[in-house]
Every structure is written in C-alpha cells, then in structure tokens.
C-alpha cells in the first residue's frame, strides 16, 4: 500500500512516539541528538538539504536502539526519499521501531508489507574478519621520515628489563612500542610506584575503574599495570578508529568525555597531556583491531562523511 506524504506527515506531526531508549541516558541524548541533526539535513532546516548524510545520522542513533530513527529511516526507503525505494527494508524498520514502543511504527509495518528482515548496510552486523584480513588491516608499523627519538634510558639493569618488557608486551597487544613508552613517560616517568592525587596508579597510571575494568589486581605491580594500560590503549584505538590524538584525550580525559565535546575536550590537563605525548610521537594513525570495541557513533558518521 503506498502512503500518501499527508497522510503520513499528519499522522507523524499528530502521534507520539513512545521510545524505548538504551540504559544509559547520555547514550539516549546522544541518540536524540544524531536524530534531530538528521531532521535539520532532511528537511533543509538550517542545512542544505542532504538525503545521504540524514540517513547516516539517522542510522547511527538506530545502531543505539532509537525507535524515532528506525521510523525515520523506514519512512525514507518507503517513499524513496533520496533512496531507492523499499517496501521490504521500510517494514522491517518499521517492526522494529514498533518493538521499541512505537504506535506509529507498529501502524506502518501494517500498511506497508513485506517478507522476512531485509536491513540496510549500515545496520547489517558485519561478517567475522578472517586471520589473514585482520593482518593486512592491521598493516605494518607506520613510519615518518623525521620520527621523534627517545632518550638513551638509565644503565641500570631495571630498566633496561622494563624498556624490553615494554616492548614485548607492546607487540602482543599490536601496539606500536614508541606510542607506549611515549604514554608511560608522560604518565609516571617510568616510575612503576607512582601515584597521582587521584589515585592514578602504577607505570601507565591506572585509576581504581579502569584496573578494574581491566582486571588488573595490583595497579602497582609493572606487569599487570603494563597489561591493564595496553589493554585500555588498545580499546581506545580500536573504539576511536585508529585515530591518536581522540585515543590519547580519552585516555586522559575518558572516552566518555571525548563522546561528549566530539573531539579533544578543552580540559587544560588534557590539551597539555595530548601535546606531551604528541612531541613523542606524532603520529596521527595507528593500526588498530576492528573487533575489540564498537565504535564510537560520532566517529563512524565523520568517517561516513569523509569517505
């Protein structure tokens, strides 16, 4: 059954939506914050009109569980709104928006038929990378022309064990050795008791959640410090898409403030802390493993973006 615009732009002005949101209320802002910058693209208020980058808006609040943006989406496919029409991808969106508490959504998929789930790419689960493809992702070492050196570290036989630990352990969590040794000086100067006002603890300086988090034991222990910091690292560059300088904020900062101000937050701490380690290693990207972590929403509708 094909809709009308009126009927259904009346029926959307006039119903209320009833949402099921995600759990956490900064993750939901976000998501209503993704669907109302799609709105101002889609229907050119205060934007130029932008079909593509609607739906990448909308379909980045839809991966949060966002019933308003499955029925937005929905609405697109079933009137071929800078899309190729599909009835069969508008009613499952429409289902789903339905079991997340929305009447209007629910009401569509009746009106609109269609046969089994068919989802747009964006919202279709990827498939597990292979070995092989997860090595050639991952690529070799980047390198630069005229790379920061470190110094010479003391002759002492401790650290000459820490500085070859490092670089063992570093290797096993894919990390480039240099950006590690870059966050260890910046964090504790390689001082393996060090504790901040904060409670930072240990090499790589691990506050009480994120030990936790990572199932670090003793913070100040270098081993499970060094283990509990690379695995943070390397869950940064993994949620951030590669990207340094987002990976070094969020260390410092949390990723959740990085979320939040889209980019390096303006904490002085945090800006003098990025640029610290930015003098050390100033490399922008780093290899990073796809599956570790989902990534943030902001970041996969940039990339969108640019791509």
């Keep these: 059954m094909r809709l009308s615009g009126r009927t259904v732009a009346a029926a959307l002005a006039t119903a209320v939506v ?50 308003d943006a499955l ?80 110094r010479g570290l003391p002759a002492s036989i401790d650290r000459r064990k820490l500085a070859q630990t490092v670089i063992r352990m570093a290797r096993e969590y894919r990390l480039d050795p240099r950006l590690v040794f870059a966050v260890i000086r910046a964090e504790s100067n390689f001082d393996p008791l060090a504790r901040s006002p904060k409670n930072a603890q240990g090499l790589m300086q691990l506050i009480p959640e994120t030990a936790e988090r990572f199932a670090v034991r003793d913070a100040l222990d270098p081993i499970e410090n060094l283990r509990g910091g690379m695995s943070y690292l390397r869950w940064l560059l993994s949620y951030f898409r590669g990207d340094v300088v987002l990976a070094l904020a969020a260390y410092n900062a949390g990723e959740g403030a990085v979320d939040r101000h889209r980019g390096v937050p303006p904490y002085p701490e945090t800006l003098a802390y990025v640029q610290r380690i930015r003098a050390l290693y100033p490399l922008d990207r780093h290899a990073f493993d796809a599956r570790i972590a989902t990534p943030s929403a902001w970041v996969s509708v940039r990339l969108a973006f640019t791509k």
Excluded at 34 to 43: A, N, P, Q, T, W
Excluded at 101 to 112: D, H, K, N, Q
């Design 18 to 67: 009833s949402m099921s949101l995600p759990t956490r209320p900064a993750l939901a802002q976000e998501a209503r914050e993704l669907v109302e910058s799609g709105i101002r693209y889609e229907h050119a208020e205060g934007f130029v009109r932008d079909y593509a980058k609607a739906h990448a808006l909308y379909c980045a609040a839809a991966r949060m569980n966002d019933a």
């Design 71 to 150: 029925l937005r989406m929905g609405w697109m496919y079933a009137n071929g709104r800078g899309l190729p029409r599909d009835d069969a991808i508008a009613n499952t969106l429409f289902r789903r928006a339905g079991k997340l508490g929305s009447e209007m959504g629910a009401r569509l998929a009746l009106m609109i038929p269609g046969s089994g789930d068919k989802l747009p790419d964006c919202l279709r689960a990827p498939a597990a990378p292979s070995a092989a493809s997860v090595a050639a992702s991952a690529g070799p070492t980047p390198t630069i022309e005229d790379p920061a050196e470190f």
